[in-house]
């Protein structure tokens, strides 16, 4: 042997061993880093895109387990990291990844026994590997525990294990079934006013999606549905009192959670504002009283009174608009009466100029350009309507409540 070239290469051998050295140790105590590279063969043996997604994922937080101390073994990575109980949930995917540990070899395959969840199965690696994984879609709850050995050596032609192997581990993969749809927010009571409609809501928990189901009635009673299938539903304008309830269903179950029942209390306004004018013997008399009496005698009923703002027990000139001609134009003008007061809450009045070739015209008239609906503010309304070669025209007001 020529000393100089000991002399020479030795040096750099014993550097290079250094570095190796480190390099070893870093290995050994960075598990994940060992199978980056055989990882990349195990990918292509996963079942799913997610399943690889899941698989890379986790890699990176291998590194808990420390393989300078403790027995060769089998560790959970995914879904519940260093835990021997596996959760899942029926209709759901798993992914159920596993690595050895305590060693810095890898195995050639890991052999499962016991029991897989309906629906699950063993993916079966069968590579120069650190880890595997178990996968699917649970189809029925319950405990299920299964052992795992990391092997040296397996002959897929006979499905024989030999050699070296790890410690057999125990995990219980336990399913679940998935939540139940409850409501946790039940639709709420409310009172409006006659004519008016108004939303009703609820929301529930568990595993979506879930079913929405509005009924009128009591809550049970499921003779009149309504509605569509939403969280929200949004009652006709009522006239009377009425209830609402809802039933809210998933797959999990299917017969339903149902709800409180929400009563929507109407109440008449007119019936409010005729108690402001009437005594209690006058209110039980419908010939003074009722929607169509004239008690004032002033040619308007008591429900156009309500309308108007005018008071029903006494004749008011407010209903008639001042009406002129010149030469040239028609002048019409009125002052507004704002909605205000008993009776009127929440209501806003507006008017319209109508106008006719014919006084005994039945129904809607035709309305006045540029008059056709004016929100009552207290203003007066002046309107000038050029005379034309028929000046024979009939003009009136018309007003109307909106909530």
């Known amino acids: 042997m020529n000393p100089y070239q000991v002399k020479v290469k030795f040096p750099r051998l014993r550097r290079l061993g250094q570095r190796i050295s480190s390099l070893i140790v870093l290995l050994q105590k960075s598990p994940y880093i060992q199978f980056l590279i055989p990882e990349a063969k195990l990918l292509s043996t996963v079942a799913t895109a997610d399943c690889v997604k899941m698989t890379v994922a986790t890699v990176a937080g291998l ?5 300078v101390s403790g027995a060769t073994s089998v560790a959970q990575t995914s879904p519940s990291l260093g835990s021997t109980t596996v959760p899942a949930t029926t209709g ?7 690595q050895i540990t305590g060693t810095t070899y890898d195995v050639k395959g890991f052999e499962v026994t016991g029991a897989l969840p309906p629906g699950v199965t063993h993916n079966k690696a069968q590579i120069e590997s650190r880890n595997d994984n178990i996968s699917g879609t649970p189809t029925q709850a319950g405990s299920y525990p ?5 092997w040296r050596k397996y002959d897929p032609s006979t499905g024989v294990y030999s050699g070296d192997h790890s410690d057999t581990v125990t995990f219980t993969i336990v399913v679940t079934a998935p939540p139940e ?7 709420a009571s409310i009172t409006i006013n006659s004519g008016e409609t108004t939303s009703l809501n609820a929301s529930a928990d568990g595993t979506p999606p879930f079913t929405y189901q509005w ?7 499921d003779t009149t549905p309504v509605g569509n299938d939403s ?8 006239s009377a009192t009425t209830s609402y309830w809802v039933k809210v269903s998933n797959a999990a179950n299917p017969s339903g959670d149902n709800s409180n029942t929400a009563t929507v209390t109407v109440v008449d306004l007119f019936e409010t504002w005729r108690t402001n004018y009437y005594t209690t013997q006058e209110l039980a008399d419908p010939l003074v009283s009722a929607p169509t009496a004239d008690s004032d005698k002033d040619g308007v009923n008591n429900q156009s009174e309500y309308i108007f703002g005018t008071s029903p027990i006494a004749s008011n000139v407010q209903l008639t608009p001042n009406v002129s001609m010149d030469e040239t134009h028609v002048n019409i003008s009125f002052t507004t009466v704002i909605a205000s007061g008993v009776g ?14 014919d006084l005994q015209q039945s129904g809607d008239w035709p309305v006045l350009q540029g008059y056709s609906d004016i929100t009552a503010t207290g203003q007066t ?12 025209k009939f003009y009136r007001v018309r007003s109307w409540l909106t909530p």
């Open 381 to 392: 309304v002046n309107a000038q309507v050029p005379i034309n070669t028929d000046p024979k």
């Open 146 to 150: 299964i052992q795992i050995t990391g």
């Open 344 to 357: 009127y809450e929440g209501k806003t009045r507006h008017y319209a100029i109508e106008v006719s070739d």
């Open 63 to 67: 590194g808990v387990f420390d393989s």
């Open 92 to 98: 759901e995917a798993l992914y159920f990844i596993f």
């Open 215 to 221: 009924y009128q009635g009591a809550s049970g009673v």
């Open 181 to 187: 749809a409850t409501i946790t927010q039940q639709p």
């Open 231 to 238: 969280s929200s539903f949004t009652t006709p304008a009522l």
